[in-house]
């Protein structure tokens, strides 16, 4: 039998489309096509942070969405068509403004707005659509005994031009977290800040956090990343303290980075 760890960075490519997504999609095909059994695993932190992630771009979009009331209302605009370039245009002006242009921008494509003439009621409608698709996200990260069950059928837009399929379909089992966030960092702490030679915060430390309670928590000796850099930086002063260095150890714990 064959288990694999997945954290955040290698979830959020199997709810929407990025560059990583097909290169994942394929390593999962042909695992389950070279093992008799195959099994997926996450931490419980990864879905609280995938989740957080969806709520905090849902609130920046929908600030976004508070500026271009103020522009419309300013110039007297009401053609839908303009209005969803206002609505685009407030996305990507702020400094977050990449991710939520390409995660929200399209709700705006939508038979509901037609027939809409003035910007009170597309404003009402876009809030609507934008929910919508936050929910659409939630259900996907909403655990059923103790699983995630993921279905690429229903995967949602983000960037636009990568290659994809809807053809996939994977259970992924979720595995508590017994050590805290809080707790792990305030073990860490000291290390942490001799290392970088200066304060660090706790989201320092949250993909050793994934990997140590993929390890430890679920005996999960293969872990798949689709961050590049996904604990790299810790390994130069973890790898020396005993409790750690088993997870830098290619003997013991495989770090594979999808690209």
């Known amino acids: 039998m064959k288990k694999i760890g997945l954290e955040t960075s290698s979830i959020m490519p199997l709810l929407e489309t990025t560059p990583r997504t097909l290169p994942l999609q394929r390593h999962i095909k042909e695992t389950i096509d070279r093992y008799d059994v195959v099994e997926f695993y996450t931490d419980l932190y990864s879905i609280k942070e995938a989740t957080q992630q969806i709520n905090t771009s849902f609130n920046n979009a929908i600030r976004s969405i508070e500026k271009a009331k103020i522009v419309a209302g300013r110039l007297n605009i009401n053609d839908v068509q303009t209005l969803s370039i206002i609505f685009v245009k407030s996305l990507a002006e702020n400094w977050y403004g990449r991710e939520e242009t390409l995660r929200w921008s399209d709700v705006v494509i939508n038979d509901k707005f037609q027939g809409i003439h003035d910007s009170e009621e597309f404003f009402k409608t876009l809030n609507q659509q934008m929910e919508n698709k936050k929910q659409k996200y939630l259900s996907m990260l909403k655990i059923k005994n103790q699983c995630l069950d993921i279905n690429c059928e229903y995967i949602q837009s983000y960037w636009i031009t990568p290659l994809f399929t809807k053809d996939l379909r994977l259970k992924i089992k979720v595995i508590p977290n017994n050590l805290s966030l809080e707790d792990f960092f305030k073990k860490l702490q000291s290390t942490l800040n001799a290392a970088y030679m200066r304060t660090s ?3 320092d430390v949250v993909d050793i956090y994934h990997l140590y309670s993929l390890y430890n928590d679920g005996n999960i000796k293969e872990v798949w990343s689709c ?13 020396t303290v005993e409790e750690f260095k088993d997870l830098f ?4 714990v495989i770090i594979k980075r999808i690209k």
Do not use: G, P, T
């Not at 150890?249 to 013991?252: E, K, L, M, P, V």
């Open 227 to 239: 961050n590049q850099q996904f604990v790299k930086r810790h390994e130069k002063y973890l790898k």
């Open 249 to 252: 150890d290619d003997n013991i």
């Open 201 to 203: 915060k706790i989201n």
